[in-house]
């Protein structure tokens, strides 16, 4: 038999091919929050409540839901990864214990983690990217530039999961990730220019607002979108988002070979 | 089963060997310096009581646990060095199924078998072959969540194979499972043994490792208290029979019949003496007035060697 030992891209691969069997039977039951809960987002504030907003100078001159979509496409994103980067990876390590299963194969606990970021990367951008169709087909979005926001998105998205799924890697119980959800993702999602801009916030909450993800991956996505952003600040946001994702990367190893290695 | 694999590099006979082999947790020392040769063709048991050090010393032999200290070489490779090509050339059943619980059982096969670099076209076919060897061919392409415990087992032995082991490394393969399951999983790990595959196991039933194991180690609180086959073992710690004397709870008259035999036991309900000759010792009992409410003679078994070397108490 013709047994052999992969490298790290291909063993990530074959890791990311294990999910994709799993969710080839299990798709149905992520529809719901994966893809329908950003399009009731995007019709409750973008087509509601924007239809008693006034386009001006807060919204850049655009209608409230058009204002809004480029930024719905990085909170979809973020929000997607809170489940794959909290309770799916916990019960890999505690429940299911698969995790431990495939480390009892030629896979390395670094490498069961590349194909779990993959594989969240993977979701994240055809969430991201369903989202945009609909969008696109409910007129919230009209620039084909908008096209680049997905990688923007997805990038953002990245940049919280993996130090989460770091951090997962370290829990012996679930109990901190309603707290996760709840004083994270919530204000992240809220307080970050997404729905109204950053100037109607005090000062001293800007620097806060910096510090996450989103705020970057909104203000990418809204710059591409509109065909406002500079090279500059893209630049830095970039830097920044993918700094996160590699601190995660380095303390995601760490702790899977902790976990998985003792 | 289908033959070694061609490609491999050839391995001396010593498919594993520890020497001075330590674990510790924090100050908690799990394995304190065992020494072990398992040879290619082998059944190898470890046997002893829960916390004895079993499935630590398994985890590092499986290379997915790195050792404290000493020697450890594992088809003739160092685990610290290269983990992931000798686990290529393992299978391993946890004490604990990690099986994918959504997926079907083919599908466990299949995906498990991708992770060894199998091509896709092999894996489809390795994992028909192996729902044979486990009786799961009529569950093939049920989910694995609902199935029995027995099951479960079977499934997780089968894809510990899916690579074509050159070691096979079972913690407590039998465990938790009813007569009936048990002995089929005998009768596949039989199989395997016959089929030239080589086999560690832990276990605390002496039954298991008297069917299954040519030789094995009884440890003890992270050390090895006795190593030899199972016969040799009873030859050695035990007797050929031991006579149990059964009596009212407190009433053994254990002073009299000390001298019948090269051991005596005292149980609150009975009195075991170790000797070669249960029916003489027996006679001469009754030749001196002991009315024991019921006699037994047996044969001595690993058990017997398990708690002489173990001791009845609990150690939990």
Redesign the interface.
């Known amino acids: ?6 490298g790290p891209f ?2 990530a691969l ?2 990311v ?2 999910h994709w ?2 969710y080839r ?2 798709w149905r039951a992520t529809v719901i929050s994966n893809f329908l809960q950003p399009v009731l987002f995007l019709l409750a504030m973008g087509v509601g409540f924007g239809s008693q907003v006034q386009a001006g100078e807060a919204t850049g001159g655009h209608p409230y839901v058009v204002f809004l979509a480029p930024a719905l496409l990085v909170i979809t994103a973020v929000q997607n990864a809170v489940f794959e980067s909290t309770w799916a990876v916990f019960s890999a390590f505690k429940w ?3 995790y ?9 606990p670094a490498q069961v983690l590349y194909g779990q970021l993959l594989w969240i990367a993977l979701r994240l951008a055809a969430g991201t990217a369903v989202f945009l169709g609909i969008a696109v087909a409910l007129g919230a979005i009209t620039n084909p530039s908008a096209v680049l926001a997905v990688p923007f998105a997805v990038l953002a998205g990245m940049a919280f999961t993996a130090p989460v799924v770091a951090f997962t890697a370290t829990r012996e119980k679930p109990d901190s990730f309603n707290v996760i959800f709840r004083f994270l993702v919530m204000p992240m999602t809220l307080f970050t220019g997404g729905f109204f801009p950053m100037s109607q916030l005090p000062d001293w909450l800007h620097p806060l607002a910096w510090v996450t993800p989103v705020w970057h991956g909104i203000e990418l996505a809204r710059g591409v979108t509109f065909g406002t952003l500079r090279l500059l600040p893209a630049a830095g946001h970039v830097a920044y988002l993918s700094a996160l994702v590699v601190l995660g990367i380095v303390l995601g190893r760490r702790y899977f070979h902790r976990r ?3 | 089963m ?1 033959g070694p ?1 061609a ?2 590099t050839v391995v001396t006979s010593t498919l594993v060997h520890a020497k001075g082999l330590t674990k510790h ?1 924090g100050s908690f020392e799990a394995v304190r310096g065992i020494d072990v040769e398992v040879s290619k063709g082998e059944a190898f048991g470890f046997l002893g009581p829960n916390g004895a050090g079993k499935s630590s010393t398994m985890r590092m032999v ?1 290379c ?3 050792r404290t200290g000493g020697e450890l070489r594992v088809l003739g490779m160092d685990p610290d060095v290269d ?3 000798i ?4 299978g ?1 059943v ?1 004490q ?1 199924d ?7 059982v083919r ?1 466990n096969l ?3 078998g ?6 896709r076209s ?1 894996v489809r076919e ?1 994992a028909v072959e192996l729902m044979e060897f486990a009786q799961l061919t009529d569950r093939a392409d049920a989910e694995v969540e609902p199935l029995s415990g027995g099951m479960k087992r079977r499934l997780t032995i089968a894809r510990s194979l899916v ?2 082991p050159d070691l096979l490394l079972l913690d407590e393969p039998t465990t938790g499972l009813d007569p009936q399951a048990r002995h089929l999983l005998w009768d596949r790990l039989f199989r395997l043994k016959q089929s030239g595959v080589t086999l560690i196991i832990t276990t605390h039933y002496m039954d298991e490792a008297e069917q299954l194991c040519d030789r094995l180690v009884v440890m003890d609180g992270g050390r090895i208290a006795a190593e030899g086959s199972p016969s040799e073992l009873i030859r050695r710690y035990s007797t050929r029979e031991v006579l149990e004397l059964r009596f009212p709870p407190g009433e053994q008259s254990a002073a009299e019949v000390r001298d019948l035999a090269e051991r005596v036991e005292v149980l609150p309900d009975r009195v075991l003496l170790y000797t070669a000759d249960g029916e003489a010792a027996l006679s001469a009992a009754h030749a001196r007035g002991v009315r024991p409410v019921s006699s037994l003679v047996r044969r001595g078994t690993l058990e017997d060697v398990f708690l002489r070397l173990t001791g009845r108490t609990l150690v939990d």
């Open positions: 038999m013709n047994v052999h030992v992969l291909r063993a074959v890791a091919e294990g069997t799993w039977r299990n299911q214990r698969s431990q299963g495939v480390v009892s194969t030629p896979i390395t998985l290695a003792v | 289908s694999a490609n491999v947790f499986a997915v646990s790195p983990g992931p090509k686990r290529a050339r393992l391993v946890p604990q990690n099986l994918d619980t959504e997926l079907t599908q299949q995906v498990y991708r992770y060894f670099g199998l091509s092999a390795r690579n074509d």
